[in-house]
C-alpha cells in the first residue's frame, strides 16, 4: 500500500490514541480529505484544465457550496462559479427536437446527484480504509493502535468490517473483527450508560447529583451513530 495512504491512517490513529477527544480516527481521516479538497479547488487546482472539466461536469452539493463559501475566496469560488454557469447555460438550453423540458430535467438531475468534492474524497477514503486492515494485517505496530482507539462511529466500523471481510482470510478475520469490535462495544457500553444518566439528570430526584461524563452525551451519541465528518 502507497505511502501516500499509511502516513496519514497512523497519524490519525496515534493522534485519537494520544487524545481520545478526537473521537474516531476514520472521521478524522475524511476530514481531512474533505480539508485538502475544499484547499486544492479553492487555489492550486482551480485553473487546472483537467479539474475545471470535472468540476463543470459534477458541480458541487449544497454542503461544499457552504463550506466553500465560508473559506473566505470569494473570487476563487467566483471563477469556479463562473465556469461552471456559462458551461450550463448550454447543458440546459431546451432543443428544438424531442420531449419539452427532457434536456434541463436530465441535466439538473445529473447535478444533483454528483458532487466533485464528494466524489474525490470518497475515493480516497476507500483507500483510506483499506489501508486500515493492510496495516493490521502487517505492521506488527499498528495493531496496539488500533486497539487503543476511543471508538470507531459505526459507519466507519462498518466499512472497517467491509475491508477486512475482502482483504483477510478466516482466521485473521476473526481477530480483526474481535479487535475492532471491542472498541466500538465498549465504548457504546459507557455511551449508553453516560446518555441514561444524562436523561435521570431531567428527574428531581437526581437534581443533586453530579453529571459525571453526561453532559456532552447527546453530542457524542450523534456523533457515534452518524459520523463526525464535516468541519462547520
Known amino acids: 500500500m502507497e505511502q501516500i495512504y499509511t502516513i496519514p491512517v497512523n497519524?490519525?490513529?496515534?493522534?485519537?490514541?494520544?487524545?481520545?477527544?478526537?473521537?474516531?480516527?476514520?472521521c478524522a481521516i475524511y476530514r481531512k480529505l474533505e480539508e485538502n479538497e475544499l484547499d486544492l479547488i479553492l487555489g492550486a487546482s482551480m485553473m487546472e484544465p483537467d479539474v475545471r472539466i470535472k468540476t463543470n461536469e459534477q458541480g458541487f452539493c449544497r454542503l461544499h457550496y457552504d463550506l466553500m463559501f465560508v473559506r473566505k475566496n470569494r473570487l476563487g469560488m467566483a471563477l469556479t462559479l463562473e465556469s461552471h454557469l456559462k458551461e450550463l447555460q448550454n447543458d440546459i438550453k431546451?432543443?428544438?427536437?424531442?420531449?419539452?423540458?427532457?434536456?434541463?430535467?436530465?441535466?439538473?438531475?445529473?447535478?444533483?446527484?454528483?458532487?466533485?468534492?464528494?466524489?474525490?474524497?470518497?475515493?480516497?477514503?476507500?483507500?483510506?480504509?483499506?489501508?486500515?486492515?493492510?496495516?493490521?494485517?502487517?505492521?506488527?505496530?499498528?495493531?496496539?493502535?488500533?486497539?487503543?482507539?476511543?471508538?470507531?462511529?459505526l459507519p466507519h466500523y462498518k466499512k472497517l468490517l467491509e475491508y477486512g471481510q475482502k482483504r483477510l482470510g478466516k482466521k485473521k478475520l476473526a481477530q480483526f473483527t474481535s479487535e475492532v469490535g471491542k472498541v466500538v462495544n465498549d465504548y457504546m457500553s459507557t455511551l449508553t450508560e453516560d446518555i441514561s444518566w444524562f436523561c435521570k439528570k431531567f428527574d428531581y430526584r437526581y437534581d443533586q447529583e453530579p453529571w459525571y461524563n453526561s453532559k456532552d452525551s447527546v453530542e457524542r451519541a450523534i456523533k457515534f451513530l452518524r459520523s463526525d465528518i464535516h468541519n462547520k
Request: charge should be negative; glycine fraction near 8%; hydrophobic fraction near 35%.
Open 94 to 153: 431546451e432543443g428544438a427536437f424531442g420531449t419539452p423540458g427532457n434536456k434541463p430535467l436530465k441535466r439538473i438531475g445529473e447535478l444533483e446527484s454528483t458532487c466533485y468534492v464528494c466524489k474525490r474524497a470518497a475515493f480516497h477514503f476507500e483507500h483510506m480504509a483499506e489501508t486500515v486492515v493492510f496495516l493490521w494485517d502487517s505492521d506488527e505496530d499498528f495493531g496496539p493502535k488500533l486497539r487503543a482507539q476511543p471508538y470507531f462511529c
Open 11 to 26: 497519524e490519525a490513529f496515534e493522534a485519537s490514541r494520544d487524545d481520545p477527544a478526537c473521537g474516531c480516527p476514520m
